[in-house]
């Protein structure tokens, strides 16, 4: 006589090595997420610092053509007249209010000593060389 052979039920759930992949695919994507939003906050910081230079750049050019004061020539025969910060930033009666920051540790900006030439910019970013932060070339702003 054959005795029957009862089958051994097996009990619902994951393995430890299931476990395992599962956590680590976790990781993997969340470690893809952290490297997005890491390189999305420094393309942002970069737009902002590049608006802040725009945004001193046009209150330059505003107060010298108001007060029709000469820019310095490209090829450097006269200097231009002279600029100082007090005149754009930082007083009420100036363009801009509070002294705009670089967004990536909050330096503030160099102005030039005198009114650039048309197509230069009259700020730079103390950040522009380590960081990659804004534009090599800033030809024909």
Sequence with gaps: MK????ATKLKPGLT????TVVILVLLTLIAVLFIGANIYKKGADRAACILNIRNIHQAVRANQNLYNLKPATTDGSFAGAALTKDDIVGTADSYIEDEPLCPHDTSAYTFVANYPAVGTVAVTCTNATSLDHVPASTEGW
């Design 3 to 6: 005795t029957k052979k009862t």
């Design 16 to 19: 430890l090595i299931e476990i």
